[in-house]
Protein backbone atom coordinates (compact mmCIF):
# COMPACT_ATOMS: atom_id res chain seq x y z
CA UNK A 1 0.00 0.00 0.00
CA UNK A 2 1.10 3.87 -0.95
CA UNK A 3 0.80 6.53 1.62
CA UNK A 4 0.67 9.89 -0.29
CA UNK A 5 1.42 13.08 1.73
CA UNK A 6 1.24 16.61 0.21
CA UNK A 7 2.74 19.74 1.64
CA UNK A 8 0.10 22.82 1.11
CA UNK A 9 3.01 25.88 1.00
CA UNK A 10 4.84 26.26 -1.85
CA UNK A 11 4.20 22.36 -2.86
CA UNK A 12 0.35 22.73 -3.95
CA UNK A 13 0.26 26.18 -4.27
CA UNK A 14 3.13 29.60 -4.13
CA UNK A 15 2.53 32.01 -1.33
CA UNK A 16 1.27 35.28 -2.66
CA UNK A 17 3.28 36.62 0.53
CA UNK A 18 6.40 35.72 2.74
CA UNK A 19 6.27 33.03 4.96
CA UNK A 20 5.39 33.90 8.77
CA UNK A 21 4.55 31.67 11.03
CA UNK A 22 2.80 34.39 13.54
CA UNK A 23 0.71 35.28 9.87
CA UNK A 24 0.43 32.00 8.36
CA UNK A 25 -1.43 30.39 11.48
CA UNK A 26 -4.29 32.45 11.17
CA UNK A 27 -7.31 31.84 8.46
CA UNK A 28 -6.87 35.15 7.05
CA UNK A 29 -3.43 33.84 5.34
CA UNK A 30 -5.62 31.04 3.40
CA UNK A 31 -8.20 33.72 2.67
CA UNK A 32 -9.47 32.66 -1.33
CA UNK A 33 -8.96 36.68 -2.03
CA UNK A 34 -5.09 36.31 -1.29
CA UNK A 35 -3.44 35.28 -5.11
CA UNK A 36 -2.32 31.68 -4.21
CA UNK A 37 -0.73 30.65 -7.62
CA UNK A 38 -1.64 26.99 -7.93
CA UNK A 39 1.18 24.73 -8.93
CA UNK A 40 -0.05 22.42 -11.80
CA UNK A 41 2.83 19.64 -11.41
CA UNK A 42 1.64 19.19 -8.23
CA UNK A 43 -2.02 18.85 -9.23
CA UNK A 44 -1.34 16.62 -11.86
CA UNK A 45 0.44 14.45 -9.50
CA UNK A 46 -2.51 14.51 -7.09
CA UNK A 47 -5.44 13.63 -9.86
CA UNK A 48 -2.53 10.74 -10.41
CA UNK A 49 -2.70 9.32 -7.05
CA UNK A 50 -6.34 9.76 -6.78
CA UNK A 51 -6.95 7.67 -9.80
CA UNK A 52 -4.39 4.86 -8.65
CA UNK A 53 -6.19 4.16 -6.21
CA UNK A 54 -3.96 2.46 -3.89
CA UNK A 55 -3.42 4.55 -0.62
CA UNK A 56 -4.57 7.04 1.48
CA UNK A 57 -3.92 10.67 0.30
CA UNK A 58 -3.09 13.08 3.25
CA UNK A 59 -2.12 16.77 3.25
CA UNK A 60 1.02 16.71 5.79
CA UNK A 61 1.38 21.00 6.40
CA UNK A 62 2.84 22.77 9.15
CA UNK A 63 -0.07 24.88 9.38
CA UNK A 64 -1.38 24.72 12.71
CA UNK A 65 -5.00 22.36 13.61
CA UNK A 66 -6.81 25.92 14.28
CA UNK A 67 -6.77 26.86 10.55
CA UNK A 68 -8.23 23.56 9.41
CA UNK A 69 -11.30 24.60 7.91
CA UNK A 70 -10.54 27.53 6.35
CA UNK A 71 -7.15 25.22 4.57
CA UNK A 72 -9.73 22.40 4.19
CA UNK A 73 -12.02 25.03 2.17
CA UNK A 74 -8.95 26.84 -0.17
CA UNK A 75 -7.61 23.31 -1.31
CA UNK A 76 -11.50 22.18 -2.12
CA UNK A 77 -11.75 25.40 -4.42
CA UNK A 78 -8.01 24.09 -6.14
CA UNK A 79 -9.85 20.80 -6.58
CA UNK A 80 -8.04 18.80 -3.39
CA UNK A 81 -9.73 16.66 -1.75
CA UNK A 82 -7.63 14.80 1.13
CA UNK A 83 -8.75 11.99 4.01
CA UNK A 84 -7.35 13.96 6.70
CA UNK A 85 -5.45 16.21 7.55
CA UNK A 86 -2.03 16.19 9.74
CA UNK A 87 -1.54 19.68 10.71
CA UNK A 88 0.52 21.17 13.74
CA UNK A 89 -0.68 20.25 17.25
CA UNK A 90 0.65 21.16 20.69
CA UNK A 91 3.68 23.14 19.24
CA UNK A 92 5.53 19.52 17.69
CA UNK A 93 6.75 21.17 14.17
CA UNK A 94 8.22 18.11 13.44
CA UNK A 95 6.71 15.89 10.29
CA UNK A 96 8.57 13.00 10.85
CA UNK A 97 6.85 12.71 13.84
CA UNK A 98 3.41 13.45 12.56
CA UNK A 99 4.66 10.65 9.62
CA UNK A 100 5.25 7.56 13.08
CA UNK A 101 1.43 8.23 13.67
CA UNK A 102 0.29 8.19 10.28
CA UNK A 103 2.27 4.77 9.85
CA UNK A 104 1.20 3.57 12.92
CA UNK A 105 -2.43 3.55 11.63
CA UNK A 106 -1.31 1.71 8.20
CA UNK A 107 0.82 -1.36 9.07
CA UNK A 108 0.60 -2.46 5.29
CA UNK A 109 2.30 1.04 4.12
CA UNK A 110 5.16 -0.40 1.80
CA UNK A 111 5.71 3.03 -0.07
CA UNK A 112 5.60 6.52 1.19
CA UNK A 113 5.17 9.30 -2.00
CA UNK A 114 5.60 12.66 -0.27
CA UNK A 115 5.87 16.38 -2.31
CA UNK A 116 7.35 19.48 -0.22
CA UNK A 117 9.70 22.54 -1.26
CA UNK A 118 11.69 21.79 2.25
CA UNK A 119 14.87 19.97 2.79
CA UNK A 120 14.39 20.20 6.25
CA UNK A 121 11.22 18.45 6.51
CA UNK A 122 12.37 16.03 3.91
CA UNK A 123 14.99 14.94 6.12
CA UNK A 124 12.50 14.63 9.10
CA UNK A 125 10.43 12.13 6.66
CA UNK A 126 14.21 10.42 5.76
CA UNK A 127 15.14 10.23 9.47
CA UNK A 128 11.41 8.67 10.79
CA UNK A 129 11.59 5.99 8.08
CA UNK A 130 15.13 4.66 8.87
CA UNK A 131 13.03 3.31 11.55
CA UNK A 132 10.59 1.64 8.98
CA UNK A 133 13.54 0.05 6.50
CA UNK A 134 10.73 -2.16 4.82
CA UNK A 135 9.16 1.43 3.83
CA UNK A 136 10.42 2.62 0.24
CA UNK A 137 10.25 6.96 0.02
CA UNK A 138 9.48 8.66 -3.03
CA UNK A 139 10.38 12.64 -2.83
CA UNK A 140 9.00 15.09 -5.37
CA UNK A 141 10.97 18.07 -4.91
CA UNK A 142 8.84 21.20 -5.45
CA UNK A 143 11.06 23.89 -6.69
CA UNK A 144 9.62 27.19 -7.48
CA UNK A 145 13.00 28.89 -8.26
Known sequence: MVIYLFDFDNTIVKLPYKESINYMDTDESLSP???FNLIQSTLSDYKQAVNNNDGPIFLLSNRVVGVKKALKSILKTFGYVFE?????????????NRLNKILSNYPNCTTVRYWEDKDKHITSIKEELKKHPNIQLEVVKTDLF
Open 84 to 96: DFFLIEDEDRSKG
Open 33 to 35: SLD
